[in-house]
Every structure is written in structure tokens, then in C-alpha cells.
């Protein structure tokens, strides 16, 4: 591969709504080549677009409440929260601390919103620099994120254009033949944080060219970048995952109907195991509702107490995957697999 | 702030157990500078440290269960599980799939580990390359990672030395006077993925420099990104957290020890309200812990769905971090704080 030159745009002043921000890097870069990428901090994308909300200036409970208020604004599903971070599911689809809402580079009476669409930003600057210079460029917006597992920041893509998202690997083999498993890499993200090598966080440099990268293909957006809630494992904070399935606990089924299925081996064992309540495995007897797997029987010193072994052991049973119902009238509880599960 | 070159490294062969690394990529750039950055792939260095192992090449249970077993050897804390997706925290403290382990650029035969401690050998090839080229470069040995919430994967540094992992801008102002709020870049993940632009998945370029970055200090290397799990939002996967949580449910201790502390207002509304029981808030009585408070009486047509309903109550008292203890001479629920929660 050849060579990659990342260049700061230097020069750029305060940013202002309804400043053409096309023209003002076109001001700054007149030397934008063909196949050049550039990539452009969402904040003064935000700027030109008036993504300016006013706040108390002053350092305070107004201030605070004005800014969460904003951070519900722009929040489509909380995600974790300690303290006062506040880690949500933009309406983009991005998960970020404070929804990106950001008080720094700004008058101290505003915050700066990120932009309504940063892949429609982008486009809009990359047809701007086309209009104006004749050539075509790659466009990305950059925004400063944290992560889970790892400390420190880094820039990553929220908007692009004229450029793939990701490089797909998928049927490539190696000179082992082994298929390979990095399947699809994040060029996007990864030329953003070359780009906030070269850019500032306060000095003025909002924006950075990347020449010599050759995009493997143009596509979807940044919006590509977006994993489904559903198809992801951390979905939650840990502490709010937790309250989930103690919640979950507290309003499990008395009805779960029952399906055809299999149960691990060690499932019900697990399930007794942390259970501290005296609980007999039974063959079980008439009235149990169908594919029922087993059958259990709990002793205690009062119905009361039996009352909470049982309920103790339902959650124990569905932290497995496992439903159960508890059988007034023959005193037992029938443990079963259901199709929510 | 300056421009900065990003260059592959080209011509570097299958590297293997023994050889000598920093020969290597002198070998490859020997026009190497003082103060570039040079980043290497993990998979060469690990080739290089001998991290080695072999598998059964025949795809098949057998090496399945080999690879099984090397990731249990890798991890220290297992995270998140979905199907064969294992992601782990490992020895090192990364948390990745698979523990890291990677059978790709490797013969059929062999499985290739981390190295032990990427920060050394990071290390060993700074040294290395000092003493033969009388040039002072950092070097960050990288490797690929996915990450929560965005598809694709990055590169990120595993071991670094000679240059900071974090650009601290605490204590800094943009223009305006704010105090910045993205204070701790993470400069060293930032190289790796510029670097991986020039870098091939299968091509032969395991390492790349990047020419004119000018390391903000050096420090502890890489190690310095990992954050600790107690400090992490995000330390167990949505499902395994959920599980915790009802598995919490079905272990809630029966005579927590209340002490003094506030409640939040509407923390026991919002427990009752999504309990199915008739739930009576009273006075209390005699012989309350305490601390208590709250008391609780539930109604229900027999002792042992009474018996559930306390135990439903407890644990949807415990999503909101509240204790409660049932009191069987006083029929009642006594509510308080743990200094647990």
C-alpha cells in the first residue's frame, strides 16, 4: 500500500450558524485533491447548522437542570447512569456520554447539540466542495467518544460520505488458507482518529485531510456503524441489566406456558445449589401442565417462609432460562422451558 | 500542528519462533527516524515470542475443544457469552472475543496466543531497534478489537513504550474559558488505527510509522488504558448482568443489617407498583430493626402466595437498592438501607 498523509487544516475560525461550512474549508483547503478524505469535528458541523440551544451561563442548579433537560431531549433509550453520567442512545442511534451534548469550545450561554443527521452533513459538505472545486472527496464528521474497558477517548465517524464505512474482509483467505476472521474493519472510524492526531481540542483545528487513503467503496453512512440494541451484548449498564433481572424477579410469571424444549443438565442443580430453602426433587403426580421437566417440592417451617423459598427458587430456576409454576393445590412447583426464553 | 506521514512497512516475511524481531523491521526500515512511531502487529510479535499452539488442523469438535481450551487458560473473567461468541477479560485485562486467540495468518496447525506482556515487548523492540540504529522510535504493538455498540472493528495498542497512552488535557481551556471536558485522549489507540490504514488483514504488512507525531510524554505503557472492571459501567455482558440480578433475587439475605441513610421519595412507589400484590403501607409497630424506613404489610389469600409476594416485594425493592426483612411474629416487611448498596 502507498503511503498516507494526514494534513490539519489550519486557519478555520469561530464557526458561526449559517456559516457555509463548505466554503470555509474550501477557504482553508484550497489544495483539495481528488480521492483526499476529510474529515470535519462534529462540533462546528453543529455550529453552521444552529444546533445552539442557550443555557444559564452561570455554573449552578439552572444550569445543570438545563442540561439535563437537553439530555432527555436527545435521548431514545437510557443506557447506564452513575453519578452524574449519564450514558444514553442518541436518536442517531449513537451511544454516548451526555447524548453529545457539549459545553466546551462555546460561549458559556450555550451547548452545542450534535448535528440532526451527520450523514446529511456530510453529504452536504462533500456536494459543497464539489460545486466549488471540482472534486470529489470523501466526507467524514468526527465526534470524540468514550468506550467501555478502555480508558481514555478517541474520534470516531458519526457521519460520512462518498466513502464505505467498512472494509469487509468476509472471503478473503490469508497465504495459510484460513478464511479470515477480522471480517469487517471500521476504516471510517479508524481515519477519524488519524485525523484527531493532527486536529486540536481547543486550538483551532477543526478539521484534518487524510491523502493517499483509497476507499474500498462508497455506502451506507456512518449510520452503518450502528449495532441494533437487540443484536448487542452490553446493551445496558451492568447496574441497570442487574435491577433489570432483580425486577425481573419480582414480577416473573405466575402462567408462563410451557414449551417442548430441551433443559441443560445442570440447570435445575445450579438453580438448587444457590437456593438456602430444603427442596425435594419429586416424580411429580396429576395436574401438571404439559412439558413440564420437573417437578419440585419445598419444605419450610411455615407456609409463609415456603411461600418466599418457592418464589426464591422461581428466580434462581430463571436466572437458568428455566419457568416454573407453583401448584397451590399439590404444593408443588413445575419447572418447564417457555418460548420468551 | 505539523503533518504527519503514515508508512507501511513492506517486505517483512513470515516471521517465526526465535527470530529476532527488531532485526526484522530494521531490516524493513532502515531509514527509521528519532521520534517515529513504529507500529507492529500482535500476531508478529507473538510469532516472534513463540506464543504458539498447536491445534488439530481438521475443522471438527477436536479443534474446537483445543481452542475452547486455550481461551479458559487465557481468562481471567469471563464477561459476555452468546452462542460460540465468548468474550473475556484476559490475564492482560483486555476484554476481547475469543480471548485474543487468533487462527488466522497462522498455519492450520497452530493457534497464535497474545504475548504475555505486550507492554515488554514493546520494550524488547524499542531497545532493539535503539541499539542498532542509534534512533529513539516508540513503539506500540497492536491488535484488533470490536467494541459495544459499533460494528466493525479498530485496531487498538496492547503494548506501548517509549510514548504516553493518554494526552491529558485536563486543566485545559478552549477559548471561550470553559474547561475542557474531553480531558484524556487515547493517543496510543489513535497510532494503532492509523496505522491499520496502511496495514493489510493478509498482505504482508504486519507494521507501519507514522512520521511526525510528537508523543505528548512517555509513561506505563499500555497497560494505562485498561480500566478496571469495579470502575466500569459496562463490566458484564446484558444477559450475564440480568442473570446476576435474578440470581441476586433468589439469594437475598433474610436479616440484612439496616443502617442510617435516605431513600429515595418515590424508590418504594415505584417497587410496589409493578408488584401484583396488594401491599398495605403502614405505621409499623414494635419490635421493627433498626433504621427501618418503611413497613410494609401484604395481603394475600393464603401464607404461602403471601410467602411469594414478600419475596416479589423484597426483590423489587432491591432494583430500587433498598433492604427489607420480614418480620413473621409482626407480619410485617420492615424496609431500609444496607451499606452493601
Same mark, same amino acid.
Given at each position: 500500500?502507498?503511503?498516507? *498523509?494526514?494534513?490539519?487544516?489550519?486557519?478555520?475560525?469561530?464557526?458561526?450558524?449559517?456559516?457555509?461550512?463548505?466554503? @470555509?474549508?474550501?477557504?482553508?483547503?484550497?489544495?483539495?485533491?481528488?480521492?483526499?478524505?476529510?474529515?470535519?469535528?462534529?462540533?462546528?458541523?453543529?455550529?453552521?447548522?444552529?444546533?445552539?440551544?442557550?443555557?444559564?451561563?452561570?455554573?449552578?442548579?439552572?444550569?445543570?437542570?438545563?442540561?439535563?433537560?437537553?439530555?432527555?431531549?436527545?435521548?431514545?433509550?437510557?443506557?447506564?447512569?452513575?453519578?452524574?453520567?449519564?450514558?444514553?442512545? *442518541?436518536?442517531?442511534?449513537?451511544?454516548?456520554?451526555?447524548?453529545?451534548?457539549?459545553?466546551?469550545?462555546?460561549?458559556?450561554?450555550?451547548?452545542?447539540?450534535?448535528?440532526?443527521?451527520?450523514?446529511?452533513?456530510?453529504?452536504?459538505?462533500?456536494?459543497?466542495?464539489?460545486?466549488?472545486?471540482?472534486?470529489?472527496?470523501?466526507?467524514?464528521? #468526527?465526534? *470524540?467518544?468514550?468506550?467501555?474497558?478502555?480508558?481514555?477517548?478517541?474520534?470516531?465517524? @458519526?457521519?460520512?460520505?462518498? @466513502?464505505?464505512?467498512?472494509?469487509?474482509?468476509?472471503?478473503?483467505?490469508?497465504?495459510?488458507?484460513?478464511?479470515?476472521?477480522?471480517?469487517?474493519? !471500521?476504516?471510517?472510524?479508524?481515519?477519524?482518529?488519524?485525523?484527531?492526531?493532527?486536529?486540536?481540542?481547543?486550538?483551532?483545528?477543526?478539521?484534518?485531510? @487524510?491523502?493517499?487513503?483509497?476507499?474500498?467503496?462508497?455506502?451506507?453512512?456512518?449510520?452503518?456503524?450502528?449495532?441494533?440494541?437487540?443484536?448487542?451484548?452490553?446493551?445496558?449498564?451492568?447496574?441497570?441489566?442487574?435491577?433489570?433481572?432483580?425486577?425481573?424477579?419480582?414480577?416473573? !410469571?405466575?402462567?408462563?406456558?410451557?414449551?417442548?424444549?430441551?433443559?441443560?443438565?445442570?440447570?435445575?442443580?445450579?438453580?438448587?445449589?444457590?437456593?438456602?430453602?430444603?427442596?425435594?426433587?419429586?416424580?411429580?403426580?396429576?395436574?401438571?401442565?404439559?412439558?413440564?421437566?420437573?417437578?419440585?417440592?419445598?419444605?419450610?417451617?411455615?407456609?409463609?417462609?415456603?411461600?418466599?423459598?418457592?418464589?426464591?427458587?422461581?428466580?434462581?430456576?430463571?436466572?437458568?432460562?428455566?419457568? #416454573?409454576?407453583?401448584?397451590?393445590?399439590?404444593?408443588?412447583?413445575?419447572?418447564?422451558?417457555?418460548?420468551?426464553?
Amino acid at each position: 500500500m502507498a503511503d498516507l *498523509t494526514v494534513l490539519p487544516l489550519e486557519g478555520i475560525g469561530e464557526v458561526r450558524p449559517g456559516d457555509d461550512l463548505a466554503e @470555509i474549508l474550501v477557504d482553508a483547503a484550497p489544495w483539495l485533491a481528488e480521492g483526499d478524505v476529510l474529515v470535519v469535528t462534529s462540533k462546528v458541523v453543529s455550529k453552521a447548522e444552529g444546533r445552539l440551544v442557550p443555557i444559564p451561563p452561570a455554573e449552578g442548579p439552572e444550569r445543570e437542570a438545563a442540561r439535563a433537560e437537553l439530555i432527555d431531549a436527545e435521548t431514545a433509550r437510557p443506557v447506564a447512569r452513575r453519578g452524574e453520567t449519564r450514558i444514553v442512545q *442518541t436518536h442517531h442511534g449513537l451511544v454516548l456520554a451526555s447524548a453529545g451534548i457539549d459545553v466546551s469550545n462555546v460561549d458559556r450561554g450555550h451547548a452545542v447539540l450534535l448535528p440532526v443527521d451527520p450523514d446529511a452533513s456530510a453529504h452536504r459538505i462533500r456536494s459543497g466542495i464539489r460545486q466549488r472545486l471540482r472534486v470529489h472527496v470523501a466526507v467524514i464528521v #468526527s465526534d *470524540t467518544m468514550g468506550r467501555p474497558w478502555r480508558n481514555g477517548l478517541t474520534d470516531v465517524a @458519526i457521519g460520512a460520505a462518498g @466513502i464505505g464505512a467498512l472494509h469487509d474482509h468476509r472471503g478473503s483467505y490469508d497465504a495459510h488458507g484460513n478464511e479470515l476472521s477480522v471480517t469487517q474493519v !471500521a476504516v471510517i472510524d479508524e481515519l477519524a482518529a488519524a485525523a484527531d492526531l493532527v486536529k486540536g481540542k481547543a486550538d483551532g483545528i477543526p478539521a484534518a485531510v @487524510i491523502r493517499g487513503y483509497v476507499p474500498a467503496s462508497t455506502g451506507a453512512g456512518a449510520r452503518a456503524l450502528v449495532r441494533d440494541a437487540e443484536l448487542d451484548l452490553f446493551s445496558l449498564g451492568t447496574a441497570e441489566a442487574r435491577a433489570e433481572g432483580l425486577r425481573a424477579a419480582a414480577t416473573l !410469571a405466575d402462567a408462563p406456558s410451557f414449551v417442548d424444549g430441551p433443559v441443560p443438565g445442570d440447570a435445575i442443580e445450579r438453580a438448587l445449589s444457590i437456593v438456602d430453602a430444603s427442596v425435594e426433587r419429586t416424580a411429580g403426580g396429576d395436574g401438571l401442565p404439559p412439558f413440564t421437566r420437573e417437578v419440585l417440592k419445598v419444605k419450610a417451617e411455615s407456609d409463609v417462609k415456603a411461600g418466599m423459598d418457592v418464589q426464591r427458587l422461581r428466580a434462581a430456576l430463571a436466572a437458568e432460562g428455566l419457568a #416454573s409454576v407453583w401448584l397451590p393445590d399439590a404444593g408443588l412447583l413445575a419447572v418447564g422451558v417457555t418460548a420468551g426464553r
